[in-house]
């Protein structure tokens, strides 16, 4: 049997692909249709697969990579900021760092579930030091801009930067007290609030490249209407 695991904002949706029993090898098809999922700029799905093979008494199971689909804005889309001159002042925030190591610790979490005993104890107490050194991380880079995150689409950055710091938190609690499927909540909600981040960014620079586009023609006409005078 396998199965098809897709979570998106907290809940996880479950997909038996049927295989028959007599073959030992075996390729499956799935289509994950997104439109279904009411998606947002900022929204995170997760998906990966599970085969369990048919040995009595007891099924072995093997698990899939964890993939992740970020849901991020389209090219030229418009936007609202508001930040003033602080924006300048601030210091470059390594959001896709931030995003790559939250997804490791997301996988890591899986592959510990799969363990059992010591193992298991010595991936969680890692899990829950990964967590840490990424909270310190978050933390950090928060003080270094305290007071000049900007608001885009009404969105203070700053906010969502603390409030991805305190979910990871938990996630080295959790982690700590060697709950692994407690943690996974706390460490997709983490995943969520950074991608969100990332997207604001993102669609911050675009605007500010289409700004300096702009100035650069308007001083290329002005050079051009001098020799005319």
Known sequence: MAEVVVSHAGDKNVSDVFVKPVEKEKTLSYVLDLSQLSLAVGDVVSYHAVVTDNKEP???????????????????????????????????????????????????????????????????????????????????????????????????????????????EQTEIFAGDLELEESLVPSEETLRKLVLMYALLRKQQKMKAKGKGKGKEQEETAEKQEPSE
């Open 58 to 168: 007891e099924g072995q199971k093997a698990r899939s990579e964890i993939y992740f689909i970020e849901i991020l804005p389209p090219e030229g889309e418009e936007l609202e900021a508001d930040g003033g001159e602080m924006e300048a002042e601030q210091k470059e925030i390594p959001v896709r760092d931030f995003i790559n190591r939250t997804k490791q610790i997301i996988r890591s979490t899986y592959d510990a579930l799969g363990e059992e005993g010591e193992e298991r104890e010595r991936r969680s107490i890692a899990l829950s030091a990964d967590a840490l050194g990424l909270k310190h991380d978050m933390t950090k880079v928060y003080d270094e801009n305290e007071g000049k995150f900007p608001s885009i689409d009404g969105i203070d950055l700053g906010e969502l930067l603390n409030e991805a710091t305190y979910h990871i």
